[in-house]
């Protein structure tokens, strides 16, 4: 059974720091993995989506990896912001078919102005 | 993207009554849909997979007959809290894949369930 685990559980920074979210999972044989962000009683906004062929996906200040042989993914945030404050999700998908996510807890981050 | 909406958003019940939470995919057509339920300071939990017009398939430890799935077009899912008690008080999220071809997975809003 898969299961995926992030590092650290929380996170606090001040404003302007770059930071380093990681995330790890059991089993290798995956279709994709995803970043979400998530509000404090919000629902999920998906990040970066990194297929398993793919070494790392770019957006703004964020930067996604996945090597997945090892097992790992990070998510880096550059020039943190006190908006990007959230508690943020990795998941990944173990198929091509309609398949669901399997969700770490996530790391609450805090960044302070 | 792809868009998911769900409504309500909140809801507070009485013990006992039964609560109706509705999916819909506003502009795309969704043949699998996934509810899961989010529990302060956890992670999503999947609660069912939702396959327009047939049954759905439910995970280990969800009793199906308290939540009742009905996905009964490629736009809307509704899950129904039934006989809600305090424990049945959570977040409830549910997501559908885009048409992308990237198998992406898109979520709605969430529902705030609060059982008195």
């Known amino acids: 059974k898969q299961e995926v685990t992030q590092i650290p559980a929380a996170l606090s920074v001040p404003e302007g720091e770059n930071l380093v979210l990681n995330c790890s999972f059991t089993?290798?044989?995956?279709?994709?993995l995803q970043w979400f962000r998530q509000d404090p009683g919000k629902g999920l906004t998906s990040l970066l989506l990194?297929?398993?062929?793919?070494r790392e996906q770019t957006s703004g200040r964020l930067n996604a990896s996945l090597d997945k042989s090892s097992g790992r993914s990070t998510l880096y945030i550059a020039a943190s912001q006190p908006g990007d404050s959230a508690t943020y999700l990795c998941?990944?998908?173990?198929?091509?078919?309609?398949?669901?996510?399997?969700f770490g807890k996530g790391t609450m981050l805090l960044v302070s102005p | 993207g792809a868009v998911v909406s769900q409504h309500p958003s909140w809801v507070i019940c009485k013990s006992g009554t039964s609560v109706k939470i509705e999916c819909r995919s506003l502009?795309?057509?969704?043949?699998?849909m996934f509810w899961y339920r989010q529990f302060p300071k956890q992670s999503l939990m999947l609660m069912a997979t939702?396959?327009?017009?047939?049954?759905?398939?439910?995970e280990q430890g969800v009793e199906k007959d308290k939540f009742l799935i009905n996905h009964a077009s490629l736009t809307l899912s509704t899950l129904t809290v039934t006989s809600a008690h305090p424990e049945d008080s959570s977040f409830y999220i549910c997501s559908a894949f885009g048409t992308s071809g990237d198998n992406e997975q898109f979520f709605g809003p969430g529902t705030r369930l609060t059982v008195l």
């Open positions: 998941a990944v998908k173990a198929d091509s078919g309609y398949s669901t996510l399997t």
């Open positions: 990194i297929q398993s062929s793919q």
């Open positions: 502009d795309f057509q969704a043949t699998t």
């Open positions: 939702s396959n327009e017009g047939s049954k759905a398939t439910y």
């Open positions: 089993d290798s044989a995956i279709y994709n």
